[in-house]
DNA sequence: ACAAATAGTTGACTTAAATCAATTGAATTT
DNA sequence: AAATTCAATTGATTTAAGTCAACTATTTGT
């Protein structure tokens, strides 16, 4: 189960079997069932996680009860409320299952030692954040220049596997459309391909 | 000039006077007048730049030459292209000074080698990343949560420094919305006002 | 395998914000 | 200080996408 873990870290640092063992102790896992939640909105956020297996989601919820997805995390990536993980204030999001998980989790105490005991891990972080400060980066300037259609295409052209694993109304609300208008999309791309 | 840089290297970790020493090494500094570019669309963003004074923007433009402001960056943060930077392909944004500006340059190759060298500099732009990744999220949940009226009035409660710096055309930029947008809201807020 | 819950489709209508354009006002440049 | 460029305002109009609602299809849990 740690061997995931184990590959993704070392796409971008080198591990040794003692930093291994050393970097398993600071893990918890955990089996988390489709719908159960990992985080509630309004809570602080106690553990970054860890995707070993399934896909979770993590969204906000406005005053009239809209659900705003923020992100998906399928095995191999990260999901945490980060601002309530690292500054222990209550988180903006809730994360829950979107199919049954396993997940390693770290609490902010344990990441701050690891951090501190393997210097690598800062390394390891720093070059997974800058990946998602990309990535978000690119969404942003998406979200402004793209109409809908467009930004339905990309996310098609570009998170194939994603759009087979979630409902297409989660889709929507990930790209900030309306369900209707993402079937609509559907249909108008799907013709125009004919 | 390096005062500034070191301030803000010593909120996240600590440096001893050698290791100011190596780090001043790796930067150059470059003077920026307004309206010059420091980096041009299309181009390899060969540096990182960290503003000692002044401040920039960034942007993309878009075939009918729609400007969008992406980020603008006063003293004490930096610039950059972080995708052409990190991997050497065309950037996709223009940066430019809308204040005479100073900048402390780095090239990407001394960026790993200074990482290499200092660890620590691993863990000051983990953190740097870390912090901005979680603006960044903020920003793209309110870019689909807000109102017009409610981003603006967020800009304003946020970031009041710069939007006294700005022209309110490039707010709306920034905001995603159009300048006719902004004065509008502008004015109906102060009617509210009264 | 069935019932219940959830998701997707489609039409009619509304709406927030964009666009266009004319005018006024402010800042830069020479 | 005048000229020129750039920024802001405001009204009239358009438009992309949202909302609402009724219906159908698919998934999920028991």
Redesign the pocket.
């Known amino acids: 189960m740690y061997n995931i873990l184990f590959e993704h870290l070392e796409e971008k640092i080198n591990l040794s079997a003692g930093d291994k063992e050393i970097i398993k102790s600071y893990f918890i896992s955990k089996i988390l069932?489709?719908?159960k939640l990992l985080l509630q909105e309004g809570n602080v956020c106690h553990y970054m996680a860890f995707v070993a297996q399934g896909l979770l989601k993590s969204y906000n919820t406005d005053e009239k009860g809209?659900e705003y997805v923020n992100q998906f995390t399928p095995e191999g990536w990260w999901a945490s409320d980060m601002n309530s993980f690292f500054s222990m204030q209550p988180a903006n999001y809730t994360i829950d299952a979107l199919e049954d998980s396993v997940l390693l989790l770290i609490t902010s105490q344990d990441f701050e030692n690891l951090t501190l005991r393997i210097p690598k891990m800062d390394r390891y972080f720093r070059l997974l954040f800058q990946n998602s400060l990309i990535t978000k980066e690119r969404r942003l300037v998406n979200s402004y220049m793209?109409?809908?259609?467009?930004?339905y295409k990309q996310l098609i052209e570009s998170s194939l596997n994603l759009v087979n694993r979630?409902?297409?109304?989660?889709?929507?609300s990930y790209l900030?459309?309306?369900?209707?208008?993402?079937?609509?999309?559907?249909?108008k791309i799907s013709l125009d391909h004919k």
Request: charged share 30%; hydrophobic share 35%; proline share 7%.
């Open positions: 069932k489709r719908k809209n793209l109409s809908a259609e467009e930004k979630v409902p297409q109304n989660l889709l929507a900030g459309l309306s369900p209707a208008t993402v079937s609509r999309l559907k249909k």
